[in-house]
């Protein structure tokens, strides 16, 4: 196993993080235009953003994070649960790069789990479970207030790794939140509460592709 402290990002130039924000009047888009799973029809309002748009925007956060990161050794630290997806996804984009460009990024990958919310509350503690190999670049499902990842980032500067970067595929507009922003962002999302993609609300919903707004009878018929 490679050590944090061998882990070594140079060169890195500071950009401007670019992002899509989604606006507060989003519609988002009819749950007839696309296939969600029979078991969640009756749950969903509408779907915010496709998969295929994940996708697609997974895509070029992977071809960013190559041209700054190329040559040097990732270790990549999945936040489950939810981030299992956007983890998996980004990584196969970067596997694909490094099969095809003058650049490539070696990768070791590690798992932390993080517990925070209950029903669509965040509560005020941060549960870290397991991640024994605390590491550096840090795939991340949504950043709300921002507690979560501060957290973790007081956790892995214990390890003084070189360099620690944030890729979060959501990052939510919310006057709650701590002023913290990710290095790579995916989309920035009005403050609703979404699932789907592996985001959920009390563990349903990870098993839907597509991130989508609850409706309010689903929140209680789901809640805890
Ligand atoms: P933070 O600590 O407030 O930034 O919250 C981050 C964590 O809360 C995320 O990793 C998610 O697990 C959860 N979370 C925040 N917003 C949402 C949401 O809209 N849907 C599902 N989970 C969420
Ligand atoms: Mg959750």
Redesign the pocket.
Same mark, same amino acid.
């Given at each position: 196993m490679l050590n944090i402290s061998e882990v070594c990002f140079a060169q890195i130039e500071p950009k401007v993080a670019l992002l899509r924000q989604i606006p507060d009047d989003e519609k988002g888009y009819e749950l007839d235009l696309f296939c969600v799973p029979k078991h969640y029809e009756e749950d969903l309002d509408r779907v915010i953003i496709p998969h295929g748009l994940i996708m697609d925007r997974t895509e070029r956060l992977a071809r960013d994070i190559v041209r700054d990161m190329g040559g040097h050794h990732i270790v990549a630290l999945c =936040?489950l649960k #939810? #981030?299992y997806k956007f983890f998996s996804d980004l990584l196969d984009y970067i596997k694909a790069l490094n099969q095809n460009c003058d650049k490539s990024v070696p990768l070791t990958v590690d798992f932390i789990r993080?517990?925070?919310?209950c029903n669509?509350q965040?509560t005020n503690s941060?549960k870290v479970i397991g991640g024994d190999e605390l590491s550096t670049l840090t795939g991340?499902?949504? =950043?709300?207030? #921002? &507690?979560?990842?501060e957290?973790l980032l007081s956790l892995l500067s214990e390890c003084n790794p070189k360099m620690v970067k944030v890729v979060s595929l959501?990052v939510?507009r919310t006057p &709650?939140s701590s002023g913290?922003r990710p290095d790579y962002m995916g989309f920035e =999302?009005p403050d609703?509460?979404? =699932?789907g993609y592996a985001?959920?609300?009390n563990e349903y919903f990870r098993d839907l592709g597509h991130i989508c707004i609850l409706n309010e009878k689903a929140k209680v018929k789901y809640k805890v």
């Amino acid at each position: 196993m490679l050590n944090i402290s061998e882990v070594c990002f140079a060169q890195i130039e500071p950009k401007v993080a670019l992002l899509r924000q989604i606006p507060d009047d989003e519609k988002g888009y009819e749950l007839d235009l696309f296939c969600v799973p029979k078991h969640y029809e009756e749950d969903l309002d509408r779907v915010i953003i496709p998969h295929g748009l994940i996708m697609d925007r997974t895509e070029r956060l992977a071809r960013d994070i190559v041209r700054d990161m190329g040559g040097h050794h990732i270790v990549a630290l999945c =936040v489950l649960k #939810g #981030g299992y997806k956007f983890f998996s996804d980004l990584l196969d984009y970067i596997k694909a790069l490094n099969q095809n460009c003058d650049k490539s990024v070696p990768l070791t990958v590690d798992f932390i789990r993080l517990k925070s919310y209950c029903n669509d509350q965040s509560t005020n503690s941060v549960k870290v479970i397991g991640g024994d190999e605390l590491s550096t670049l840090t795939g991340k499902d949504i =950043v709300e207030t #921002g &507690r979560t990842m501060e957290t973790l980032l007081s956790l892995l500067s214990e390890c003084n790794p070189k360099m620690v970067k944030v890729v979060s595929l959501l990052v939510k507009r919310t006057p &709650r939140s701590s002023g913290y922003r990710p290095d790579y962002m995916g989309f920035e =999302v009005p403050d609703w509460f979404l =699932v789907g993609y592996a985001l959920d609300y009390n563990e349903y919903f990870r098993d839907l592709g597509h991130i989508c707004i609850l409706n309010e009878k689903a929140k209680v018929k789901y809640k805890v």
